[in-house]
């Protein structure tokens, strides 16, 4: 697997800036060091997320720029139903993701039982 975390990494915003200040030298090293996920240390976690969540949270911001360049009429033509089926995709995407992220893993690997 990857090594999470290069030295080289560019620092991306201030919550960045912040989670790598308060990792420690050792946790760093483990989690540069560390094959498996589950033996980084939960800064060297929250710092990888900060980093991850920023990149893709960027791309999306970019990919909705995109898309708003499509209302533009000299260009394009489409329907309000068109509008609400796009902008419905869209809000059912965002609220499973949020759904995820506010589930309690527990729920999400639920098992199998009989109920006698």
């Given at each position: 697997?990857?090594?999470?975390?290069?030295?080289?990494?560019?620092?991306?915003?201030?919550?960045t800036?912040?989670?790598?200040?308060?990792?420690?030298?050792?946790?760093?090293?483990?989690?540069?060091?560390?094959?498996?996920?589950?033996n980084?240390?939960?800064?060297?976690?929250?710092?990888?997320?900060?980093?991850?969540?920023?990149?893709?949270?960027?791309?999306?911001?970019?990919?909705?720029?995109?898309m708003?360049?499509?209302?533009?009429?000299?260009y394009?033509?489409?329907?309000?139903?068109q509008?609400?089926?796009?902008?419905?995709?869209?809000?059912?995407?965002?609220?499973?993701?949020?759904?995820?992220?506010?589930?309690?893993?527990?729920?999400?690997?639920?098992?199998?039982?009989?109920?006698?």
């Open positions: 697997m990857d090594s999470f975390v290069s030295n080289q990494a560019p620092i991306i915003g201030a919550q800036q912040v989670a790598q200040q308060t990792a420690t030298a050792p946790a760093m090293a483990t989690a540069q060091h560390t094959p498996a996920l589950g980084i240390t939960t800064d060297a976690k929250a710092l990888r997320f900060i980093e991850r969540a920023e990149a893709q949270i960027s791309k999306i911001i970019s990919s909705i720029g995109d708003k360049k499509l209302s533009n009429k000299k394009y033509s489409y329907t309000t139903a509008v609400n089926e796009m902008m419905s995709a869209i809000q059912s995407a965002m609220d499973e993701v949020k759904k995820e992220f506010l589930t309690d893993t527990t729920e999400k690997k639920k098992r199998f039982t009989f109920s006698s």
